[in-house]
C-alpha cells in the first residue's frame, strides 16, 4: 500500500511562531506529502518562510481556531498536532487552549509542543500514513 502524508495541524504561541516557520522548513520535503491545517497568524508565518508549502488556515487561536481545530481532531480527520506552546507567556484564550490539548488527549493524537519533540515525532514517522 502507498504511503500518504499525515493530517497535520500547526499551531504556535506568538514568541514561538518563526520557531515553526522554521520547523517547517527544515521539514518542507515531509511535509509536502501532508495536509496540513493551521490557525491564521502562525499559517501566514508558515507561509511566508515556506511559500511552496500547501495548508489550510482557520481562524487565529483567539477568535476559534484553537476550537476549529479541536473539531477536526474531535471529527478523527487530525493524526497529529504540533503546537508550540509558550509557557512563560499568558494567554487570553487559555480555557481554548486547555480544550485543544484536551480533546488532543482524549482521541490519542499524537503532539509535539516544541520543536525537539516535533523532530522526534518527525524522526519516528508521524508524518506518513498508510
Same mark, same amino acid.
Given at each position: 500500500?502507498? $504511503?500518504?502524508?499525515?493530517?497535520i495541524a500547526l499551531v504556535a504561541h506568538d514568541r514561538l511562531?518563526? =520557531?515553526m516557520a522554521l520547523w517547517v522548513a527544515r521539514h518542507r520535503d515531509a511535509l509536502t506529502r501532508c495536509e496540513i491545517v493551521s490557525t !491564521? /497568524? /502562525?499559517? #501566514?508565518? @508558515?507561509?511566508? $518562510?515556506?511559500?511552496?508549502i500547501s495548508l489550510t488556515r482557520v481562524?487565529?487561536?483567539p +477568535?476559534?481556531? =484553537?476550537?476549529?481545530?479541536g473539531a477536526l481532531i474531535a471529527e478523527g480527520r487530525? =493524526? !497529529?498536532?504540533?503546537f508550540f506552546v509558550d509557557p512563560m507567556t499568558p494567554m487570553p484564550h487559555d480555557v481554548d487552549v486547555k480544550a485543544l490539548l484536551r480533546v488532543a488527549l482524549v482521541h490519542d493524537v499524537a503532539c509535539a509542543f516544541s520543536a525537539r519533540s516535533a523532530d522526534l +515525532? @518527525? #524522526?519516528?514517522? !508521524? +508524518?506518513?500514513r498508510a
Open positions: 500500500m502507498a $504511503e500518504h502524508g499525515a493530517r511562531k518563526p =520557531d !491564521a /497568524t /502562525t499559517g #501566514a508565518m @508558515v507561509l511566508r $518562510e515556506c511559500p511552496d481562524l487565529s487561536g +477568535l476559534g481556531g =484553537d476550537q476549529q481545530i487530525i =493524526d !497529529a498536532l504540533f +515525532l @518527525v #524522526a519516528g514517522g !508521524a +508524518l506518513l
